[in-house]
């Protein structure tokens, strides 16, 4: 058994929603329209929250930075700022934060109560309607501080655009490092905007296709370890490791299904692969497609009675769908080049994939019936997508011509919004978790 970092997850319990609401005059309550194309991100003061050390101001400077990643709010620089916000339980001054065109504003506060346990608290205004929009209060301990401050960029996200938020998540990816040559491959987890980075395996072995459970605590991936691929479960929290199954054979892109009581992986057998799933109490395994093709890629839908997956029975690369115990076989991609990686949307609307065409590689969604397809960013090697837990935004994975390395990349679903995810070492095959609880 390799030794596994722990991860654990430190609780978090929301108290109170804060209450306090200004008078002013009957105005429209600022709000995104996020389903519109190119939206101007909204211009938001965000405060330093008050503390008796930096912990407040670390918090404020997390929520900023989320918020802005997201392409939908621009946070207003600190210099500009005309009041000192030193009690924030009391109504701003709001003309100070119209006049530099800040139409969202949050402040807040960290204490260190008694019991050693940081209390945060915020509340989110609208400027120009002279009103508190919401407000609310989380207890945790002091080394959470970072999951906080994405709940409370969550909360904002959600009350000014009306969608879930994905910041209080994490993204399990392959590490990459050394020679091009001689690649040495790790399992590594990361909260979604690169901090607090951990490898969870050592880099004696070929790593591929890490994939969370919908329990976000357990994740499934392929390893090459004793020269064989075979399909492990690994326990984030105890470290504790299992094999999946013993297949003659190749095992390929393994997932779980919406309930986590299922793996669904691709079995490679004399010379072509189908797909499978095997029950998790049971170990029973049940075959869902049976051609002389490669049946690879296999992704549910949210409501676990459809599976997407990939194939090339038509010859070449192409998008289907089917039913979860393998009827209604059928294609849903008709474009020019081939089609990989699919991945079903957590909302159950679009499913993203990779196209390769014109020697370059597409990351694009589709409706689920082959309508509608959007290609979000090209280049020369664009693989792997997955989802945010809201999904509205995409994390996929960047390969560079020449001796570079891949790198983690998001885009929302308008394609305008790119971000390179940083990380310390070259990454790849990212896979994005449901929100932390």
Same mark, same amino acid.
């Given at each position: 058994?390799?030794?596994?970092?722990?991860?654990?997850? /430190?609780?978090?319990?929301?108290? !109170?929603?804060?209450?306090?609401?200004?008078?002013?005059?009957?105005?429209?309550?600022?709000?995104?329209?996020?389903?519109?194309?190119?939206?101007?991100?909204? #211009?938001?003061?965000?405060?330093?929250?008050?503390?008796?050390?930096?912990?407040?101001?670390?918090?404020?400077?997390?929520?900023?930075?989320?918020?802005?990643?997201?392409?939908?709010?621009? #946070?207003?620089?600190?210099?500009?700022?005309?009041?000192?916000?030193?009690?924030?339980?009391?109504?701003?001054?709001?003309?100070?934060?119209? !006049?530099?065109?800040?139409?969202?504003?949050?402040?807040?506060?960290?204490?260190?109560?008694?019991?050693? @346990?940081?209390?945060?608290?915020?509340?989110?205004?609208?400027?120009?309607?002279?009103?508190?929009?919401?407000?609310?209060?989380?207890? *945790?301990?002091?080394?959470?501080?970072?999951?906080?401050?994405?709940?409370?960029?969550?909360?904002?996200?959600?009350?000014?655009?009306?969608?879930?938020?994905?910041?209080?998540? =994490?993204?399990?990816?392959?590490?990459?490092? $050394?020679?091009?040559?001689?690649?040495?491959?790790?399992?590594?987890?990361?909260?979604?905007?690169?901090?607090?980075? =951990?490898?969870?395996?050592?880099?004696?072995?070929?790593?591929?296709?890490?994939? +969370?459970?919908?329990?976000?605590?357990?994740?499934?991936?392929?390893?090459?370890?004793?020269?064989?691929? @075979?399909?492990?479960?690994?326990? /984030?929290?105890?470290?504790?490791?299992?094999?999946?199954?013993?297949?003659?054979?190749?095992?390929?892109?393994? @997932? +779980?299904?919406?309930?986590?009581?299922?793996?669904?992986?691709?079995?490679?057998?004399?010379?072509?692969a189908n797909i499978y799933t095997m029950d998790l109490r049971s170990?029973?395994?049940?075959?869902?497609?049976?051609?002389?093709?490669?049946?690879?890629?296999?992704?549910?839908?949210?409501?676990?009675?459809?599976?997407?997956?990939?194939?090339?029975?038509?010859?070449?690369?192409?998008?289907?769908?089917?039913?979860?115990?393998?009827?209604?076989?059928?294609?849903?991609?008709?474009?020019?080049?081939?089609?990989?990686?699919?991945?079903?949307?957590?909302?159950?609307?679009l499913i993203a994939f990779t196209k390769q065409s014109g020697g370059?590689?597409?990351?694009?969604?589709?409706? *689920?019936?082959?309508?509608?397809?959007?290609?979000?960013?090209?280049?020369?090697?664009?693989?792997?997508?997955?989802?945010? #837990?809201?999904?509205?935004?995409?994390?996929?994975?960047?390969?560079?011509?020449?001796?570079?390395?891949?790198?983690?990349?998001?885009?929302?679903? *308008? $394609?305008?919004?790119?971000? /390179? !995810?940083?990380?310390?070492?070259?990454?790849?095959?990212?896979?994005?978790?449901?929100?932390?609880?």
């Open positions: 058994m390799k030794m596994i970092n722990q991860i654990p997850v /430190l609780p978090l319990l929301m108290a !109170v929603v804060l209450a306090l609401f200004a008078a002013g005059p009957a105005r429209a309550v600022v709000e995104i329209d996020i389903n519109r194309a190119n939206v101007e991100p909204l #211009p938001i003061a965000i405060t330093d929250f008050l503390s008796d050390d930096g912990i407040g101001a670390q918090i404020s400077a997390v929520v900023a930075a989320d918020l802005k990643r997201s392409g939908l709010f621009a #946070p207003i620089d600190k210099g500009a700022f005309i009041q000192k916000i030193d009690n924030p339980d009391a109504a701003p001054r709001f003309q100070d934060w119209t !006049v530099i065109n800040a139409q969202a504003l949050v402040t807040g506060r960290v204490v260190r109560d008694p019991d050693g @346990r940081l209390r945060a608290e915020f509340r989110l205004w609208d400027t120009f309607a002279s009103q508190q929009l919401s407000g609310e209060q989380f207890f *945790t301990s002091p080394e959470n501080w970072r999951r906080v401050a994405h709940i409370i960029a969550d909360a904002i996200y959600e009350r000014l655009t009306g969608e879930k938020g994905y910041f209080d998540s =994490r993204v399990v990816f392959v590490s990459e490092s $050394g020679p091009k040559t001689a690649r040495q491959k790790q399992l590594a987890i990361m909260d979604q905007d690169g901090a607090n980075l =951990r490898m969870l395996t050592n880099a004696n072995d070929i790593v591929l296709t890490p994939r +969370f459970s919908p329990g976000r605590q357990e994740i499934t991936y392929m390893s090459f370890e004793g020269g064989q691929p @075979r399909v492990y479960l690994l326990q /984030l929290e105890t470290g504790q490791r299992e094999l999946v199954g013993n297949f003659p054979g190749m095992t390929f892109s393994p @997932r +779980f299904s919406p309930d986590g009581q299922k793996v669904i992986m691709s079995l490679q057998q004399d010379g072509n170990r029973q395994t049940t075959r869902l497609t049976n051609t002389a093709a490669i049946d690879t890629s296999p992704s549910y839908s949210p409501d676990g009675s459809q599976i997407v997956f990939e194939s090339d029975r038509g010859g070449r690369q192409q998008l289907y769908i089917m039913g979860a115990d393998g009827s209604n076989q059928r294609r849903v991609s008709f474009g020019d080049g081939s089609y990989s990686t699919p991945v079903w949307s957590p909302r159950g609307d370059k590689f597409s990351i694009g969604v589709m409706r *689920t019936d082959g309508s509608g397809e959007r290609i979000l960013t090209t280049g020369f090697h664009n693989e792997g997508p997955t989802w945010a #837990p809201n999904g509205r935004v995409l994390m996929f994975f960047r390969q560079p011509a020449g001796a570079g390395g891949p790198q983690i990349y998001s885009i929302d679903l *308008t $394609g305008y919004n790119e971000q /390179l !995810v940083t990380t310390p070492t070259y990454a790849s095959d990212p896979a994005w978790s449901p929100l932390l609880e």
